[in-house]
């Protein structure tokens, strides 16, 4: 199937800084990505939907200076977290879409681990 | 899209099939019936999807009851590493591309 990758896997920072993930659509062009963040034992909430060359779109009580977003190209969405603190620790999983003539399915990136100290 | 229900947790032998149950009641004529699969500290796995016909490919099976309102994802012979949470969702594809994450159902697979 189509491949997403996320970099890092694993991102320690001090509280105060800023972090990027990055979420790339390996063999495949994705006009939309999405983003989620997932604590321990919960399910995955979505967070915001990349769209290339446009603002992304954040659902409801998803801060948007905090979560930058940026779709620049088909293949690459980067989700920053500005002035991390303790509490935006989490698991962070971007997904994409692939279209082809079974349908449209969505593959997810392997997941990016943020713990902010 | 449609809500989906699936019973928190279930135990499977290494080497039998696992039958995930989920009911999805309400689901539309146009929304089909997709299956992930989440292993421990992975984002989720498509597994398969199927609108009303039975389908099937290389990691399992789905079956899809004739009025739609519930189907099985079987997994032929589960292994260790089949172990995770399967999530059952119902969405128009193509359409809203996202998905929403019910609270899945926690497979463990016992050797």
């Known amino acids: 199937g189509a491949v997403v990758s996320q970099h890092p896997s694993r991102v320690i920072c001090k509280s105060g800084t800023s972090v990027k993930i990055e979420c790339r659509s390996l063999d495949f062009q994705a006009t939309t990505m999405f983003w989620y963040r997932q604590f321990p034992k919960q399910s995955l909430m979505l967070m915001a939907t990349?769209?290339?060359?446009?603002?992304?779109?954040?659902e409801q009580g998803v801060e948007k200076d905090k979560f930058l977003i940026n779709h620049a190209s088909l293949t690459l969405s980067t989700l920053t977290v500005t002035s991390a603190h303790p509490e935006d620790s989490s698991f962070y999983i971007c997904?994409?879409?692939?279209?082809?003539?079974?349908?449209?399915?969505?593959?997810f990136g392997e997941g990016s681990w943020l713990t902010v100290v | 899209d449609a809500k989906t229900t699936q019973p928190p947790s279930m135990d499977c032998a290494e080497g039998r099939a696992a039958n995930l149950p989920c009911n999805h009641s309400t689901i539309s004529g146009n929304e089909y019936v997709y299956w992930y699969r989440q292993i421990h500290s992975q984002g989720p796995q498509y597994i398969i999807h199927g609108l009303k016909n039975n389908e099937t490919n290389e990691m399992a099976s789905l079956i899809i009851t004739e009025d739609r309102k519930s189907s099985t994802l079987i997994l032929p012979h589960a292994t260790l590493r089949d172990t995770a949470v399967y999530y059952c969702?119902?969405?128009?594809?193509?359409?809203?591309?996202?998905?929403?994450f019910g609270t899945g159902t926690r497979l463990t697979v016992i050797p």
């Open positions: 969702i119902v969405r128009v594809s193509p359409g809203a591309n996202n998905l929403f």
């Open positions: 997904s994409a879409s692939f279209r082809n003539s079974v349908g449209n399915t969505i593959y």
């Open positions: 990349s769209n290339e060359g446009s603002k992304a779109t954040y």
